[in-house]
């Protein structure tokens, strides 16, 4: 596989991760914990189904404890805190939030050996900053109440875990892709004791809350993991990083098409700063790229 073609496999993740807002809202009142074994034991059937072609893949399994902690911990916390944001806060507000994990990624990887914080990734960060605060401000109507609040934190911590979770991809490019159908099993069967733990089990109600867990389950929390990770191991992680301020922009324009979200001068505004923010902060990437 050339690294065209690795960079424009990981590419679609980000078209995948644009319906994850949409798609979760409408599952209806599925407990966010129930709601992440069921999509994941989905997704986790995504990568065996490849094994009939090389059959020695379920090696990719056998790994360091390190590589566990990672990859389940990366699924597993991010898509917690994802789920119960959107679950405790509106969902346009806190899926903007969510979505400073690509300009993390570029801060993050600046500060990693051989790279170095420069001026641009100041300002994008800046420029990401004054877009949250815009957002937090409120857009006229009353979206931002004290019960929303744990909802936001849950959704800014989860950008910084999605973040640390793709630098290290990064770092670990030896382990193979089909491992990551174990992370998702294994985030199923945790999701699945912290399920019995603290939620009440609620079953979802119609057919399209069904259609739009198995959506979940085999695009955003299925097939989604397995390109980005082939993009970020054997692609230009720069380009897939840049791209990736596209996610909040989609993302929105889906929760306003489909009903859950307005479109207030608020919302774009803070879109635009924190998508801006990203795009000055990967200067580097996006010249280095035209030169290559």
């Known amino acids: 596989m050339t690294r065209k073609v690795a960079t424009l496999i990981g590419l679609t993740a980000i078209l995948m991760w644009s319906l994850l807002a949409v798609l979760t809202v409408a599952t209806g009142r599925v407990p966010a914990f129930q709601l992440l074994a069921m999509t994941f034991a989905i997704g986790a059937f995504i990568g065996p189904m490849t094994w009939v072609w090389h059959r020695d893949a379920w090696r990719a399994l056998r790994q360091s404890a390190l590589v566990w902690t990672v990859g389940v911990g990366g699924l597993f916390g991010y898509h917690a805190l994802y789920f119960l944001s959107l679950r405790l806060a509106p969902p346009a507000e806190a899926g903007l939030l969510n979505y400073l994990w690509p300009l993390l990624i570029v801060l993050l990887s600046a500060l990693l050996p051989g790279e170095r914080l420069a001026w641009h990734h100041v300002v994008g960060a800046s420029l990401g900053f004054v877009g949250t605060v815009i957002l937090f401000a409120g857009n006229g109507t009353p979206q931002f109440t004290e019960s929303s609040i744990p909802g936001f934190v849950a959704a800014f911590i989860a950008a910084f875990v999605w973040a640390g979770y793709s630098v290290m ?124």
């Open 169 to 292: 991809s990064r770092k670990l490019a030896s382990v193979p892709t089909d491992a990551v159908a174990g992370f998702c099993a294994a985030t199923a069967v945790l999701a699945t004791v912290f399920h019995f733990a603290f939620e009440p089990t609620i079953w979802p109600q119609t057919l399209t809350q069904w259609g739009a867990i198995i959506a979940l389950g085999v695009g955003p929390v299925g097939v989604a993991f397995f390109v980005w990770d082939i993009g970020m191991k054997r692609g230009d992680i720069r380009v897939l990083a840049t791209a990736s301020y596209a996610t909040p922009l989609l993302s929105t324009g889906f929760l306003i098409a489909a009903g859950f979200a307005k479109p207030t001068a608020a919302l774009a505004l803070s879109a635009a700063l924190i998508a801006g923010g990203g795009l000055i902060a990967s200067k580097d990437m996006v010249f280095r790229t035209r030169r290559a």
